[in-house]
């Protein structure tokens, strides 16, 4: 292949870039050993770096088609993943859940470190805002359309072959961890509403519901092992 074609051939890092970055930083940054609040500092800013610099035509080109009944499906998948806990005394302590595979339910960042009110505040920016933006570039931009074709960039948002739809929620799944059965329903339903709406900024829209949901039930609960 000529140097031009190779040039011209649309490049996935502004799709992957953020959630590899944000994904690596999760693994390496507990070693790094950056103490509160720097280290929520960086956790945030790092990753918000690389949308804004990497990512920041997608980031801008979002946009929303379907607010009301995304924030909706935002709350109604908040419902769907604190259900088993709140409802079934000792679910997530069973075997299946947690295990060498899956792992334990942990928190990033301790609940003592989470009285700050600076870090506490960094970790709902952390949930509500770059998350939702980073996992869905990743998850429902691009992954799929990689999945269904190597020429990715040529299937347009929101087509699915089976496998593809199947394996993304797959996959989304594993990235829960030891909330894996319901980070396989999420991936599921936000899988079929971005084939539904086409829009992935609909789905960053409900996936912010979603964590910021989340946070506010964390936050007034103090059920801190939702924030992995």
Known sequence: MTAPALAARPTALPWVAPFAVFMVWLAVGPSLQIPQPWESVARVSVPALVLLTVSR????????????????????????????????????????????LTGTVTTSIPPTELA?????????????????ILEELFWRGWLPRW?????????????????????????????????????????????AWMWKTRSLGDLVLTHAVTNAALSAFVLVTGQYGYWM
């Open 57 to 100: 035509d997608l980031v801008f080109g979002l946009r929303v088609r379907r607010v009301g009944l995304s924030v909706l499906l935002g709350l109604a998948v908040f419902l769907l993943w604190i259900a088993p806990d709140q409802l079934v005394p000792g679910w997530r302590s069973h075997w299946l859940f947690q295990n060498r």
């Open 116 to 132: 700050d009110p600076l870090v506490a505040t960094l970790r709902v920016v952390r949930a509500a805002l770059l998350v939702p």
């Open 147 to 191: 999945i269904a074709n190597t020429a990715w960039a040529q299937v347009p948002l929101g087509t699915y072959t089976p496998f593809a739809f199947l394996a993304t929620a797959a996959l989304f799944a594993v990235e829960h961890g030891p909330y894996w059965e319901v980070g396989l329903l999420c991936g599921v339903i936000y899988n």
